[in-house]
Structures are given as structure tokens and as C-alpha cells.
């Protein structure tokens, strides 16, 4: 198995004919094999972040139609807004570790509140939650990309993501409409500054290329430069109010003319109106734009990169992807049954789509995290829990994913560009990023104050079932980290670690067994914590773990 195809998960299964195999021949039909851990895995790591030894043992005993519904259940609740932890400024406005999400605008506390947002951000992924909620943010931040950096006000940017969350598994055409009229969103693609004397083109383009009807197989439009032109038009007049963070209609600043749509929408024409009647306009142009079947297919193409494989060919366009666009379409563009009916179902399970992503650097640093229950600081100590959440931000940053702030509005490459994708997120200079992190996470973490987050992997592999035992302990941590069975050679190998060179096996058990009998002789301790460091040092620095 070459490169390419060990990080797509797609070793070589026929000799090369000139015919072209599909990777699969699964569908839509409900998955009815195994519920083991190899299972429960693969389906938390693509609606959540990471696979923590809790979660799996939680829903390895709920069968795979309860993890799914339970999963795909949105909690009614906020959470808790972020707050103001800068000690640079003190905001008159805003006391310290008090929300800064409805005061007035202050620049000077501008930057500290959109660094409290980027950490809050972070600190929501690692909250634990089973739900696919932070999953279908970040799934939708990407989709409706817009920057902190370029709306630059952190109040509009809080407000979007909380319209991710409140749409995150909703109507798509709600959420369209919703995004469309949201400040940050007109601040960022200029939509308040449309006009019908100067109309601005960005969100109408933008609306048709990215964010419904998407492109031919060619990369191509379906629509043209006239219906950009109309879309604008129909837009002019969205203004925002700068103390309240809100949007308005000003239809003083509204094109009232008619507006003239291509072919490709039937030659639409969107009657212009007067007064408040203008923005009645929109609804017009979601009507028309959702008629169009390409919305379904481009939606649903976009949900399957993202949470199955990068590469669509003509077996999973037929056998998944076009069937998944007609349950969105007949239920009126809801997401929900979408991912109901793709999480559930045989493609997904498909070994082929099992370990076939690599990790994106947010689903990296979380991940690494989560799973082995890295404890960050309580909100006794707010300056330092905020500061370490925006360590596993900056990290993320450097490896090539700055959440809040995608590098333009088609947001992260590793989504949309073929052939690539998500092999973009892996290069030169990516990768060392990776191999650093997890050697500090293993060494000495991160430190602000007095509070350091670490990984404590003595105490993490004492919730194993076996740790004494170097061989079942090896089995284990390879089952619980990497997505498929690995071989013998390199269990050997680890096994060797434990056991300090030596062969055989007791070397490893009596070192545990002494630190359990004695945790409190730092001898003891340090056989086994040096041991240990060493074997998740290798493991971690393996192709296998970037997988998901």
C-alpha cells in the first residue's frame, strides 16, 4: 500500500484493468452488521471530537439506532456565553470574567473579547457533549465561511456562531435566509454596503456558487454574471445597527426595479417592490434559488466530504448521494433526516470509509485531548482556563486551521480542492506541528499561572482493562487510537518498550504492580511513566493516528 492510499484508507482490491472499480458498492440501507468498538468509534469520531474510553463504553451498550438518535439530538440549552478575561485593558463596560456579548462596542477591548471568543469556541468542542452539535458548527462555519478577523466586531461574531447552533440541524433554507440578513455576515461579503446606486456583488455570487447551488462537474457555474447582477439587487438595502448588533431594511437604499433572471432559473423575474414590501424580495429569490435541484446535490456532496470521504465517485453519487438529496428535498430541506439516514446506514460503516480521513488540525488538538482526559483549569482560575483553551487554538492555527477564521469565504482548502483534500492538511511543515504537539501534551503540556494541561498517561492507563498484561495493554491502546488492526511487527515493537528491552513479559508486570502496590515511591513511578512516554510517543507519531 502506497502513501496516497494508506492515508485514503484505499489499498489496491483488483489488478489494474483500465476499468475504473467503484470503492464501494453500500448504499442507504441501514447498517446491520457488528456493534463492536472498531464501530462505535468510527461513528464518534465523524460527529464528535475524538473517542473517549466513556463514550465508547457508553454507546457500545446502546446499539447503533439509539447512538445515532441520541447523537443527532441538539440540547435545548445556550451554552454559557464567553467572558472578558483580558488583563491588558480593563473594559469600563465589562468587568472582569463578566459577558461582553451585549455591551457596547469598545476597540480597545475589541481584540480581548475576540480572543475570549476563540477560546470559548475551543472550549465548546472539548466539553464532552453527545451530540453532533459543535460538529455541525464547525461543518456550517465552513460552509457560510466568514472571518473574526474580517468582521472584526467579536459581538457579531458571537452571534453567528450562536445562528449555527440554533440552526445546526435544521432547516437549511431558514438557516439561509438567516445567515443572509446576519451582520456578521453583511459586514463580512459587504452586504451593508449594497446599495441600488452601488450595488455590491460578493453575497449574491457567493450565495449561488458556495453556499446553494454550487458548481457543474466541471467546476463550472450553472448560473451567470446577469443573475449575480439580479441576486444583488435583490439584496440592496440590508443595513446594521452598529449598538445594538443588529440588521434593518432600509428600502430608501433599495433597487425597486424588477429583476431579470437566466434560463438556468426559468427567466425568473422577481417583481420589484416599494417600502417594507422590499425585503419580501428575498423570500422571491430563496424560492427560486431552492427549486433547483443542484441545491440538494451540492448539500449533500458537501455533508459526505465531510463526514464519510473526499472522493465522490459515480457508484456513491448514484447510490448515496443522489438518494440523500431526495430525502432532503421531500422533507422540505430539514438536515436532520439527511444525517439520520447517512450515519445509519451501510455506507457509512463501509470498512472502505473507516480510517479514510485524515484528521483535520481542530479534530488533531481536541481529540488528542478528549480521549485521554486531559483536565484543563476550572473557572477559579478563568484567566488560565481561557489562556490554555487558546493554546489548543493556536496550535490548531499553525497546523493549518484557525477556527473563526477559515482563510476566505470558500473556507479550508482540505473541503473543496481536488484532488487533494484532505491530504492538504498533512505537509513539511504541518506535520512536525503535529509530532510537537502531542511530544509536549506526553512531556510537560502547556502552562499558564500555575495551571498546566497535560497528558497523564500513567493515570490513563490505569482505566485500561488490562495494563498489567504488556501485551493486552499494547492490544488495547492500538484498538482504542488507531482505526484499524495494525501488525504484529509493531506490536512487537511496543511491546519491547515495555518491557525495556527484555523478553519476557513479567519485566513490564512486576514494574506495574509495583506502582500500584507503592504509587507513592517515585521509583516505581518513573520505570513506568518513562516506559509509557516512550511507547505513546511512537504511537502517536504514526501515520495511523492523523486517521479518523
Same mark, same amino acid.
Given at each position: 500500500?502506497?502513501?496516497?492510499?494508506?492515508?485514503?484508507?484505499?489499498?489496491?482490491?483488483?489488478?489494474?484493468?483500465?476499468?475504473?472499480?467503484?470503492?464501494?458498492?453500500?448504499?442507504?440501507?441501514?447498517?446491520?452488521?457488528?456493534?463492536?468498538?472498531?464501530?462505535?468509534?468510527?461513528?464518534?469520531?465523524?460527529?464528535?471530537?475524538?473517542?473517549?474510553?466513556?463514550?465508547?463504553?457508553?454507546?457500545?451498550?446502546?446499539?447503533?439506532?439509539?447512538?445515532?438518535?441520541?447523537?443527532?439530538?441538539?440540547?435545548?440549552?445556550?451554552?454559557?456565553?464567553?467572558?472578558?478575561?483580558?488583563?491588558?485593558?480593563?473594559?469600563?463596560?465589562?468587568?472582569?470574567?463578566?459577558?461582553?456579548?451585549?455591551?457596547?462596542?469598545?476597540?480597545?477591548?475589541?481584540?480581548?473579547?475576540?480572543?475570549?471568543?476563540?477560546?470559548?469556541?475551543?472550549?465548546?468542542?472539548?466539553?464532552?457533549?453527545?451530540?453532533?452539535?459543535?460538529?455541525?458548527?464547525?461543518?456550517?462555519?465552513?460552509?457560510?465561511?466568514?472571518?473574526?478577523?474580517?468582521?472584526?466586531?467579536?459581538?457579531?461574531?458571537?452571534?453567528?456562531?450562536?445562528?449555527?447552533?440554533?440552526?445546526?440541524?435544521?432547516?437549511?433554507?431558514?438557516?439561509?435566509?438567516?445567515?443572509?440578513?446576519?451582520?456578521?455576515?453583511?459586514?463580512?461579503?459587504?452586504?451593508?454596503?449594497?446599495?441600488?446606486?452601488?450595488?455590491?456583488?460578493?453575497?449574491?455570487?457567493?450565495?449561488?456558487?458556495?453556499?446553494?447551488?454550487?458548481?457543474?462537474?466541471?467546476?463550472?457555474?450553472?448560473?451567470?454574471?446577469?443573475?449575480?447582477?439580479?441576486?444583488?439587487?435583490?439584496?440592496?438595502?440590508?443595513?446594521?445597527?452598529?449598538?445594538?448588533?443588529?440588521?434593518?431594511?432600509?428600502?430608501?437604499?433599495?433597487?425597486?426595479?424588477?429583476?431579470?433572471?437566466?434560463?438556468?432559473?426559468?427567466?425568473?423575474?422577481?417583481?420589484?417592490?416599494?417600502?417594507?414590501?422590499?425585503?419580501?424580495?428575498?423570500?422571491?429569490?430563496?424560492?427560486?434559488?431552492?427549486?433547483?435541484?443542484?441545491?440538494?446535490?451540492?448539500?449533500?456532496?458537501?455533508?459526505?466530504?465531510?463526514?464519510?470521504?473526499?472522493?465522490?465517485?459515480?457508484?456513491?453519487?448514484?447510490?448515496?448521494?443522489?438518494?440523500?438529496?431526495?430525502?432532503?428535498?421531500?422533507?422540505?430541506?430539514?438536515? /436532520?433526516? &439527511?444525517?439520520?439516514? #447517512?450515519?445509519?446506514?451501510?455506507? !457509512?460503516?463501509?470498512?472502505? +470509509?473507516?480510517?479514510?480521513?485524515? $484528521?483535520?488540525?481542530?479534530?488533531?488538538?481536541?481529540?488528542?485531548?478528549?480521549?485521554?482526559?486531559?483536565?484543563?483549569?476550572?473557572?477559579?482560575?478563568?484567566?488560565?482556563?481561557?489562556?490554555?483553551?487558546?493554546?489548543?487554538?493556536?496550535?490548531?492555527?499553525?497546523?493549518?486551521?484557525?477556527?473563526?477564521?477559515?482563510?476566505?469565504?470558500?473556507?479550508?482548502?482540505?473541503?473543496?480542492?481536488?484532488?487533494?483534500?484532505?491530504?492538504?492538511?498533512?505537509?513539511?511543515?504541518?506535520?512536525?506541528?503535529?509530532?510537537?504537539?502531542?511530544?509536549?501534551?506526553?512531556?510537560?503540556?502547556?502552562?499558564?499561572?500555575?495551571?498546566?494541561?497535560?497528558?497523564?498517561?500513567?493515570?490513563?492507563?490505569?482505566?485500561?482493562?488490562?495494563?498489567?498484561?504488556?501485551? /493486552?495493554? &499494547?492490544?488495547?491502546? #492500538?484498538?482504542?487510537?488507531?482505526? !484499524?488492526?495494525?501488525?504484529? +511487527?509493531?506490536?512487537?515493537?511496543? $511491546?519491547?518498550?515495555?518491557?525495556?528491552?527484555?523478553?519476557?513479559?513479567?519485566?513490564?508486570?512486576?514494574?506495574?504492580?509495583?506502582?500500584?502496590?507503592?504509587?507513592?515511591?517515585?521509583?516505581?513511578?518513573?520505570?513506568?511513566?518513562?516506559?509509557?512516554?516512550?511507547?505513546?510517543?511512537?504511537?502517536?507519531?504514526?501515520?495511523?493516528?492523523?486517521?479518523?
Amino acid at each position: 500500500m502506497n502513501r496516497r492510499e494508506f492515508f485514503t484508507g484505499n489499498a489496491e482490491i483488483a489488478p489494474k484493468t483500465g476499468v475504473s472499480l467503484p470503492r464501494t458498492q453500500t448504499g442507504l440501507t441501514p447498517y446491520g452488521g457488528p456493534w463492536t468498538l472498531s464501530e462505535v468509534k468510527h461513528l464518534l469520531r465523524r460527529t464528535v471530537f475524538g473517542a473517549t474510553k466513556t463514550d465508547c463504553d457508553y454507546f457500545i451498550g446502546q446499539g447503533r439506532s439509539a447512538a445515532v438518535a441520541e447523537l443527532l439530538t441538539i440540547p435545548a440549552s445556550v451554552p454559557s456565553p464567553p467572558l472578558y478575561v483580558s488583563t491588558t485593558y480593563n473594559d469600563p463596560n465589562v468587568p472582569f470574567g463578566q459577558t461582553w456579548i451585549n455591551a457596547p462596542y469598545d476597540a480597545q477591548a475589541n481584540g480581548g473579547r475576540r480572543t475570549s471568543l476563540r477560546g470559548w469556541w475551543i472550549s465548546q468542542l472539548l466539553s464532552g457533549e453527545r451530540s453532533i452539535r459543535e460538529r455541525m458548527v464547525l461543518f456550517w462555519h465552513n460552509h457560510f465561511s466568514t472571518e473574526i478577523a474580517g468582521i472584526f466586531d467579536a459581538r457579531y461574531c458571537y452571534n453567528h456562531n450562536i445562528l449555527l447552533r440554533q440552526y445546526a440541524l435544521g432547516n437549511f433554507k431558514d438557516l439561509t435566509r438567516a445567515v443572509t440578513l446576519d451582520p456578521a455576515m453583511l459586514r463580512y461579503l459587504n452586504g451593508y454596503l449594497n446599495t441600488a446606486t452601488a450595488p455590491d456583488e460578493n453575497y449574491g455570487r457567493e450565495l449561488q456558487e458556495l453556499f446553494t447551488v454550487g458548481k457543474d462537474a466541471n467546476g463550472l457555474p450553472y448560473y451567470n454574471e446577469d443573475d449575480v447582477q439580479a441576486a444583488a439587487r435583490v439584496l440592496t438595502g440590508y443595513r446594521i445597527t452598529g449598538t445594538t448588533a443588529t440588521s434593518y431594511f432600509d428600502a430608501t437604499r433599495h433597487d425597486t426595479a424588477d429583476k431579470i433572471f437566466s434560463a438556468y432559473y426559468n427567466n425568473t423575474v422577481i417583481i420589484g417592490r416599494t417600502g417594507t414590501a422590499g425585503q419580501d424580495e428575498l423570500e422571491d429569490l430563496l424560492t427560486m434559488i431552492f427549486s433547483k435541484q443542484e441545491v440538494a446535490l451540492n448539500i449533500c456532496r458537501r455533508l459526505y466530504r465531510h463526514f464519510v470521504y473526499y472522493t465522490i465517485d459515480a457508484a456513491a453519487e448514484t447510490d448515496v448521494i443522489q438518494p440523500l438529496a431526495a430525502i432532503f428535498r421531500n422533507n422540505n430541506y430539514d438536515i /436532520l433526516p &439527511v444525517l439520520d439516514a #447517512l450515519l445509519n446506514s451501510e455506507h !457509512f460503516f463501509d470498512m472502505a +470509509n473507516r480510517g479514510a480521513l485524515i $484528521k483535520s488540525p481542530i479534530d488533531f488538538c481536541v481529540s488528542t485531548c478528549r480521549d485521554f482526559d486531559v483536565a484543563f483549569p476550572t473557572a477559579s482560575t478563568l484567566s488560565e482556563q481561557y489562556a490554555l483553551w487558546s493554546r489548543v487554538h493556536t496550535q490548531s492555527s499553525g497546523m493549518g486551521q484557525a477556527i473563526g477564521d477559515p482563510p476566505d469565504v470558500a473556507g479550508w482548502p482540505a473541503y473543496y480542492s481536488a484532488p487533494m483534500y484532505h491530504e492538504l492538511w498533512i505537509n513539511a511543515s504541518t506535520l512536525p506541528l503535529r509530532n510537537t504537539f502531542v511530544d509536549r501534551m506526553l512531556l510537560f503540556g502547556y502552562t499558564s499561572g500555575s495551571s498546566t494541561i497535560k497528558i497523564d498517561f500513567v493515570q490513563y492507563v490505569g482505566t485500561l482493562q488490562s495494563p498489567a498484561d504488556p501485551e /493486552l495493554l &499494547v492490544q488495547e491502546v #492500538l484498538d482504542r487510537h488507531y482505526c !484499524f488492526d495494525t501488525s504484529q +511487527n509493531l506490536k512487537d515493537y511496543l $511491546k519491547s518498550i515495555l518491557l525495556s528491552g527484555q523478553a519476557q513479559n513479567y519485566y513490564w508486570t512486576q514494574a506495574w504492580d509495583d506502582y500500584v502496590n507503592n504509587p507513592g515511591d517515585p521509583t516505581y513511578y518513573m520505570i513506568v511513566e518513562s516506559r509509557l512516554r516512550s511507547m505513546f510517543q511512537y504511537v502517536m507519531k504514526l501515520a495511523e493516528y492523523q486517521l479518523s
